[in-house]
């Protein structure tokens, strides 16, 4: 069965500070890799896709096939960064996308 | 020029209830789907649907069952309400392919009393 870890359900840095938002997947097929971000009183978006191979907002994340991670990076936390970031996997039945439990990024001025 | 909308926003309602919520997307997807978030803030899939074809996730109640009128709309009816079922139900659309986007709507918070 497919699963996605976020270890860290909170992760308070200093404006400034690089940030590291870990996940890890299991997944016996290609995996699709997702970050979602929900701000505050917002809907939940796409931050990234691995497929992409882009930065948005300064973040990235590499998938590491080895260590069946997809980390979500950024070198220079700002406050407009606090969120709730959901890392997700993409099955191939129906399209479902399978969540971590999520990790708070606090950005403290 | 809302993409994904859900009605209500806030359910309130006692044990033992039937209610539904509904969602629309006019985005011409071909997929939709919804979401629990509980408490603790955990997403989970519960069910996709697409071309009238629905995938259950077999985790869900039989109470819940989603209905389909059109492609646009995804509706989620779930009877004998229980207090476990508090919590934000969150509507979703995509294009078929598993590498696509999904679009939320808004979310609606339930809450059984």
């Known amino acids: 069965a497919q699963r996605v870890t976020q270890p860290e359900k909170l992760l308070s840095v200093f404006k400034g500070a690089p940030v590291e938002l870990k996940c890890n997947y299991s997944?016996?097929?290609?995996?699709?890799l997702f970050w979602y971000v929900q701000y505050s009183r917002q809907r939940l978006q796409l931050l990234l896709r691995?497929?992409s191979r882009e930065s948005i907002k300064g973040f990235t994340a590499d998938l590491n096939k080895g260590e069946t991670s997809f980390h979500l990076k950024k070198p220079f936390a700002q406050e407009e960064d606090s969120a709730m970031y959901y890392c997700?996997?993409?099955?191939?039945?129906?399209?479902?996308?399978?969540f971590g439990g999520g990790t708070r990024l606090m950005v403290k001025p | 020029d809302t993409a994904v909308s859900q009605t209500p926003k806030y359910l309130v309602t006692q044990m033992g209830n039937d209610k539904s919520i509904k969602c629309e997307q006019n985005?011409?997807?071909?997929?939709m789907y919804w979401y629990k978030q509980d408490s603790k803030k955990f997403l989970k899939i519960m069910f996709s649907?697409?071309?009238?074809?629905?995938?259950i996730n077999e985790t869900v109640p039989n109470r819940f069952s989603p209905k389909s009128p059109d492609k646009a709309h995804l509706n989620l009816h779930i009877n004998s309400l229980e207090l476990g079922d508090s919590a934000v139900y969150f509507c979703?659309?995509?294009?078929?392919?598993?590498?696509?986007?999904?679009?939320f709507g808004p979310g609606t918070r339930l809450t059984v009393t």
């Open positions: 979703a659309s995509s294009l078929l392919t598993r590498t696509d986007e999904q679009y």
């Open positions: 997944y016996s097929g290609s995996p699709e």
């Open positions: 691995h497929i």
């Open positions: 997700a996997l993409g099955d191939n039945a129906g399209n479902m996308l399978t």
């Open positions: 985005l011409g997807h071909d997929t």
């Open positions: 649907y697409n071309n009238k074809e629905l995938i």
